[in-house]
């Protein structure tokens, strides 16, 4: 899993909740509880473990960790930015991204282009899934899909046209593949194990 969906799965949880908590406090005189979410939010030594855990740990010891919000619950010093699982899919899946890597994953969330001439390397190391291999917004399989799931991965983002030659499908997560082809958020899913 890359961090498209990832964010785009954390934005969607966390709009979902908290319209779901505005509509209950709108017909209600008390106020609603908290969304499920927030109340099992993890603690910040908690979240910092599990986002470490997606990428080696010569990266993960220096990078800036953020939580489920993009909220930095540790500051870092290399360049990296890592974030803890996402619970709302069905794998663990904590990602690290590098500058680039960040910026292309925000051109993704803000449905931009991304920039030009910025190639980006993320890591998984912990696996992912990803709700699609073509669609970068989806927040579900489609109904007769179901997750992709890819094991300890690393990726190479932002690469354009240029990965002639690779799958272009999720059909083998063993072997390297494009998700997302023929969209400006291609990127190139590289099995480590």
Known sequence: MSYRSLSLCF?????????????????????????KKAAAAADDATLIKSAMAAAP????????I?????????????????????????GT????????????????????QPPKGKMGIGYMLMGGSDASNTDPFAT???????????????MVLNIGDMFAGYPTTATNTKV??????????????????
């Open 140 to 154: 579900k399989p489609a109904a007769d899909g179901k997750w992709v799931d890819t094991g300890a991965h690393m």
């Open 176 to 193: 390297p593949y494009v998700m997302f082809p023929g969209t400006p958020y291609a990127h190139l899913m590289i099995p480590v194990k």
């Open 11 to 35: 934005a969607a949880a966390f709009l979902t909740a908290g319209t779901i908590a505005y509509s209950q406090a709108a017909t209600q005189k008390t106020p609603p509880p908290p969304p």
């Open 57 to 64: 740990l010569a990266i993960a010891k220096d990078a800036t």
């Open 93 to 112: 899946d904590p990602m690290c991204l590098d500058k680039n890597g960040m910026e292309w994953a925000h051109a993704l969330m803000t449905k931009a």
């Open 66 to 90: 953020v939580n489920g919000e993009m909220k930095v619950i540790r500051a870092g010093t290399n360049g990296w930015t890592c974030m803890p699982d996402l619970p709302t899919s069905p």
